[in-house]
């Protein structure tokens, strides 16, 4: 089943209309509740049924001279038909409700997998990824318990109130102006508690969120903690975090439970209040004992359905909650603006940086300012500079993962601006210093990305990577499943994936991103291999720290403050003396 949800959904998303939203994400006809009304009614029809058997066997065992014992055998009877009939109709409505939900889970957990793709890298960059997974994980959850809850317990309560209310209305119509006393009583406590529940419960949303940002980061720094002896450190620190979302749960759970105890006092004085008036009813001949029985039983049913209704509301507010939570990332507007552009059918590999500016917005003025190189297809360029001159952010620029303040960049003469990036990537491929792996086989992570598997493509892309330098020692070769991140390889093997992952579309444009600065002396030959067969025939972008791994590059330009300070071969830079023969010298 494809991720793609049949229609986007935030088109359509409406956190500030959470009930609204809330029907449109299960996407179903009003016939489908109907079907569902009418079947649920049947279902339930035995729990209606027992209040009227019950007080015809008082009468009949009370009276029976007016209430025949062959009336109660028909009731009898009726009731277990009833209740024969449950079993099927119950498990159909619960069959047909769980499609529904679980359909409304998967389109929604698809339309925010499908919006996190789109959202800009700006907004990766500043929002935590155990923030992003509690909203897939947990507020999706949130949802689907909600709907399960009203389509059971909502479902029931409405159907017996209203039941209750039609029984009373067409035999006992003085009673009934007593059984609605009930409803601007639900009405006022939901009221009064309202704002509070959906305060503390966005509040105890909030905190989860960080949990659940801040568990990951604790797991993914384990390896730093326990090397630095920071173990304790970790624990009281996510300790602290466990301690406020302690703090706001107990909050939101004593709200909750005042909220069900004044109800449950309000319904259950009521229900006192009720049968003392039906007893006096009963004193004056007005009611026989067994519609005593009948009264109170149903008036018992619209109190628990009232109760249950009240009882709901907390459950209700966690679910609102979570729509509005989930609005946060599809009614997101930072989005990489693709549609309407124009597609990328091939690429040539000439690149142009015309008077190209870029500011991060900090207030600490231009990354770039006013960067101007062409690069011609087939071209090796390496980009070498001080830490923090604006190496990484050009290759971002280029990349498209972000777009420059002022200036533009020309790919094959056109304006990236113009061009849907989407298409262009298919034509790119990324080396960058930190490895990142799926967990799989080596040959599951060499594919990623691409559109299938060429057997002799594949055999050339490994051995382009060196990678059977080290495959055909393991015993399941190719197929070797590399852990967690690439847990069970080393750093130069886990690199030598990589550049055959890149390999492996055939790109146009090749991007190394100080793809050897962590590597041994060993590891860094390997790889280096790798890359200069890599390179070849493929305009190439080189970020290095190490100057002797560029000897090779056709030109090198010299970055220094977001602008370029010098550019040339090897040797010609050498010769210069410039900035790259300083930064050389330091490297000896």
């Known amino acids: 089943m494809s991720l793609e949800p049949r229609q986007p959904l935030e088109r359509h998303y409406r956190s500030s209309r959470p009930a609204a939203t809330l029907l449109y994400l299960l996407d179903r006809t009003w016939l489908f509740y109907v079907k569902a009304l009418i079947i649920y009614l049947i279902k339930q029809s035995p729990a209606w049924m027992l209040p009227f058997l019950m007080a015809r066997t008082i009468n009949t065992l009370a009276q029976p001279e007016r209430y025949p014992m062959t009336g109660l055998l028909v009731y009898i009877a009726v009731t277990a038909i009833l209740l024969l009939q449950n079993v099927p109709m119950n498990t159909c409505y619960v069959v047909l409700i769980s499609r ?3 359909r409304m889970e998967f389109r929604l957990r698809a339309a925010l997998v499908t919006r996190l793709q789109q959202l800009s890298i700006s907004f990766h960059d500043r929002t935590e990824s155990g923030r992003l997974q509690a909203k897939v994980l947990r507020d999706v959850e949130q949802i689907q318990t909600l709907c399960i809850f009203l389509s059971d317990t909502g479902v029931a309560a409405l159907t017996s109130f209203v039941f209750v209310i039609a029984v009373t209305a067409s035999r006992q119509p003085v009673l009934l102006l007593y059984f609605v006393v009930m409803v601007p009583v639900c009405v006022l406590l939901m009221y009064f508690f309202r704002e509070k529940m959906q305060h503390r419960n966005a509040a105890f949303r909030t905190e989860l969120e960080r949990m659940s940002a801040q568990v990951a ?21 996510i300790a602290s975090q466990f301690s406020h979302v302690n703090e706001r749960g107990v909050s939101l759970d004593r709200v909750n439970a005042l909220f069900g105890s004044s109800g449950f006092v309000a319904f259950q004085f009521s229900l006192l209040t009720g049968l003392c008036v039906m007893i ?5 001949g007005r009611l026989t004992v067994g519609e005593v029985t009948l009264y109170q039983s149903l008036f018992g049913m619209m109190v628990n359905s009232v109760n249950m209704m009240i009882s ?7 679910g609102m909650e979570s729509i509005r939570s989930i ?5 997101c507007p930072d989005l990489e603006k693709n549609e309407g552009k124009a597609s990328v059918s091939q690429v040539q590999g000439h690149i142009r940086f015309e008077q190209v500016d870029f500011d991060y917005g900090t207030g600490r003025g231009p990354v770039i300012s006013g960067f101007n190189l062409e690069v011609h297809p087939g071209e090796c360029i390496a980009l070498v500079g001080s830490s923090g001159s604006g190496k990484s952010t050009l290759i971002n620029l280029l990349i498209g993962f972000r777009r420059p303040t002022s200036g533009r960049i020309l790919l094959d003469g056109i304006d990236m601006e113009t061009v849907d990036m989407r298409t262009f990537r298919r034509h790119i491929a990324v080396v960058s210093q930190e490895t990142l792996l799926a967990s799989g086989t080596i040959r599951e992570n060499i594919l990623y990305g691409a559109d299938e598997e060429v057997g002799e493509q594949m055999r050339t892309v490994v051995e382009t990577a060196n ?3 080290f495959t055909d020692r393991l015993p399941d070769g190719l197929d070797t499943r590399v852990g967690e991140g690439g847990a069970t390889l080393s750093g130069g093997q886990k690199q030598r994936v990589a550049i055959a992952r890149a390999l492996i579309r055939d790109p146009r444009i090749l991007v190394l991103d100080e793809a050897t600065s962590a590597l041994d002396v060993v590891s860094e030959k390997l790889v280096q291999e790798a890359i200069d067969r890599a390179v070849c025939n493929r305009t190439t972008f080189i970020v290095a720290h190490r100057l002797s791994t560029i000897r090779k590059a056709d030109r090198i330009v010299v970055i220094e403050n977001g602008r370029i300070a010098e550019t040339g071969t090897y040797s010609e830079l050498v010769d210069r003396r410039g900035r ?9």
């Open 100 to 102: 529904m939900v679980r």
């Open 217 to 237: 980061e604790m797991i993914m720094m384990i390896p730093v903690a326990r090397a630095h002896g920071a173990e304790k450190e970790a624990e009281e620190r």
């Open 280 to 284: 006096w009813l009963c004193w004056k």
């Open 312 to 318: 709901a509301y907390p459950q209700l507010a966690k």
């Open 327 to 331: 609005g946060e990332i599809l009614e």
């Open 467 to 469: 990678l059977s330098e």
């Open 580 to 588: 790259f023969f300083e930064m050389q010298l330091l490297q000896h």
